[in-house]
């Protein structure tokens, strides 16, 4: 799929109420020239914002959830992995049906922001009905803690430092637009 398709669909789950909310915020363009903007101090891109907003009116979270929180490129496939290997090592899987064998860490533990609740403040979750649901999200803590602020939901979070932060994004940006390692316009 072209990337310009994907953003137009991206575009259309954006709702009016977010459109006009996003007019109204400080906004600017990444060095790609995506637009983001800021809400609640922390800096969104447009599809991102309506997943939060989303999140933030629907979600209930349930005693026992567990949300595997981080910035992006900070460890967050590694801690998914860790974290299911560890959920999993109970139920007594023979070695050739262990979730992590046939699913990568991202489409086993769903993001909130990033799939969940990019359509809807009401997502169905009821195939999440495992003790303890899993979760994922790249939202800053203060973006979470009126949902989760009365819950005794468990919240890990994984930070790195930044430098290396940064290196892992510029390897990562380098290969998903195949472009040398030491050249970027």
Same mark, same amino acid.
Not at 6 to 15: G, H, N, P, V, W
Not at 29 to 34: A, I, M, S, T, Y
């Given at each position: 799929?072209?990337?310009?398709?994907?953003?137009?669909?991206?575009?259309?789950?954006?709702?009016?109420? *977010?459109?006009? %909310?996003?007019?109204?915020? $400080?906004?600017?363009?990444?060095?790609?020239?995506?637009?983001?903007?800021?809400?609640?101090?922390?800096?969104? !891109?447009?599809?991102?914002?309506?997943?939060?907003?989303?999140?933030?009116?629907?979600?209930?979270?349930?005693? *026992?959830?567990?949300?595997? #929180?981080?910035?992006?490129?900070?460890?967050?496939?590694?801690?998914?992995?860790?974290? +299911? #290997? %560890?959920?999993?090592?109970?139920?007594? @899987?023979?070695?050739? @049906? @262990?979730? %992590?064998?046939?699913?990568?860490?991202?489409?086993?533990?769903?993001?909130?922001?990033?799939?969940?609740?990019?359509?809807?403040?009401? $997502?169905?979750?009821?195939?999440?009905?495992?003790?303890?649901?899993?979760?994922?999200? @790249?939202?800053?803590?203060? #973006?979470?803690?009126?949902?989760?602020?009365?819950?005794?939901?468990?919240?890990?979070? +994984?930070?790195?430092? +930044?430098?290396?932060?940064?290196?892992?994004?510029? !390897?990562?940006?380098?290969?998903?637009?195949?472009?040398?390692?030491?050249?970027?316009?």
């Amino acid at each position: 799929m072209d990337p310009k398709d994907t953003l137009s669909i991206a575009r259309d789950k954006i709702t009016e109420e *977010t459109k006009s %909310l996003i007019s109204s915020l $400080p906004s600017h363009e990444d060095f790609q020239g995506r637009k983001i903007c800021k809400y609640q101090g922390f800096w969104y !891109f447009y599809t991102s914002l309506q997943g939060v907003l989303n999140f933030q009116r629907g979600f209930q979270p349930k005693d *026992t959830d567990i949300i595997l #929180a981080s910035y992006p490129k900070s460890g967050t496939t590694w801690l998914k992995a860790l974290t +299911v #290997a %560890l959920l999993e090592r109970s139920k007594n @899987h023979s070695s050739d @049906h @262990h979730p %992590l064998l046939s699913h990568n860490p991202q489409r086993i533990v769903p993001y909130f922001e990033l799939g969940l609740y990019i359509e809807s403040s009401s $997502p169905d979750l009821t195939k999440y009905s495992s003790v303890p649901r899993l979760f994922s999200t @790249h939202m800053p803590l203060d #973006a979470m803690h009126e949902t989760l602020k009365d819950s005794p939901c468990k919240i890990v979070y +994984v930070c790195r430092n +930044v430098k290396d932060t940064l290196v892992s994004w510029w !390897f990562f940006r380098c290969s998903i637009h195949k472009k040398p390692r030491e050249k970027w316009d």
